[in-house]
Nanobody, 114 residues
C-alpha cells in the first residue's frame, strides 16, 4: 500500500531549526521525485522544496530558499526537510508529496514563536 507518514514538527522559537520526516511505503523515495509543501489557513499549498528521483537536482522556490535542505535516506525510505533560521511567517502545516503517485502525507504543524 502506497503511503506517506510524516513526523516531526511542533513549536520552535524564532531563529530555531526543525527537521520534518516523511516515511514512504509502497515505492522507493530514491527512485521517484519528492516534494514538500506548506499551507496556511485560507491559502493554497505552496511548494517549498523538491528533489529529483536521482537526487541530483533540488529546488527551493519561495521565501524559504537558503534555509532549507531536502534529503533522502534509502535504508529508511524516508525524505527529510531540514529547516533553519525559522521565522513566525514560516508557521504552517507542512506536507510531503509524491508527484509521481499524487499522494500526500498527513501534514504536520510547524509553529514558530516570535
Amino acid at each position: 500500500q502506497l503511503q506517506l507518514v510524516q513526523s516531526g514538527g511542533g513549536l520552535v522559537q524564532f531563529g530555531g531549526s526543525l527537521t520534518l520526516s516523511c516515511a514512504a511505503s509502497g515505492f522507493s523515495v530514491t527512485t521517484y521525485p519528492m516534494s514538500w509543501y506548506r499551507q496556511t489557513p485560507g491559502k493554497e499549498r505552496e511548494l517549498v522544496a523538491f528533489i529529483s528521483g536521482s537526487g541530483d537536482r533540488t529546488n527551493f522556490p519561495g521565501s524559504m530558499k537558503g534555509r532549507l535542505t531536502i534529503s533522502r535516506d534509502g535504508a529508511k525510505n524516508t525524505v527529510y526537510l531540514q529547516m533553519a533560521s525559522l521565522k513566525p511567517e514560516d508557521t504552517a502545516v507542512y506536507y510531503c508529496y509524491t508527484p509521481t503517485f499524487s499522494r500526500w502525507g498527513q501534514g504536520t504543524q510547524v509553529t514558530v514563536s516570535s
